[in-house]
């Protein structure tokens, strides 16, 4: 089995300025052209949260080429479940704030109810972003090349 190719800047053995050259220009033939930036979807567009969460997760992969327009509503569709799932953490905390100043016994049993409904969709919600981010490849678990690199049993687990 040959050995994995290794990027030019992670060589080790001395080569020479026109293999150095050769080396660079092969590489940068199989990398993809990737926009500057990817534009947010339309369906974010009345989500300031989930548009807010857009905006963390690009600049904190800027300068790593590997997201393209393919993958602009994955992520958008990740965005927006976890906005859902901070909105379902707001109500549940109001729930259970108006549920503390509540001293009648009835009151109380419905607002439990309700929130015992609210903590299920929560715990849906909360699994919603890892299956995404392991679909789509990006944690160690996933399905895509990342997770079949790392070993991963496409379990879809992230952290």
């Known amino acids: 089995m040959p050995a994995n190719v290794k990027v030019s800047d992670n060589q080790e053995k001395h080569l020479t300025k026109a293999e150095i050259q050769a ?3 092969a590489e940068a033939a199989v990398m993809p052209d990737r926009p500057a930036a ?6 974010l567009n009345k989500d300031p949260v989930a548009q ?7 600049e904190r992969m800027e300068g790593l080429s590997i997201l393209d327009d393919l993958d602009s509503e994955m992520l958008a569709i990740y965005c927006s479940a976890l906005s859902r799932r901070e909105a ?16 009648d016994a009835g009151n109380r049993l419905a607002m439990i109810e309700k929130l015992d409904g ?4 929560l715990q ?3 699994k919603d972003p890892a299956v995404l981010r392991g679909q789509a490849g990006h944690d160690p678990g996933g ?13 879809g687990e992230g952290p």
């Open 38 to 43: 990817l534009k947010v979807p339309r369906s």
């Open 88 to 103: 379902l953490n707001a109500l549940c905390r109001e729930l259970m704030s108006a549920m503390e100043k509540t001293s």
């Open 23 to 25: 080396r660079q220009a």
């Open 118 to 121: 609210l903590m299920a969709k």
């Open 124 to 126: 849906s919600h909360e």
């Open 52 to 58: 807010r969460y857009w905006k963390s997760i690009l």
């Open 143 to 155: 399905q895509g090349p990342a997770g079949a690199e790392a070993g991963g049993s496409g379990g």
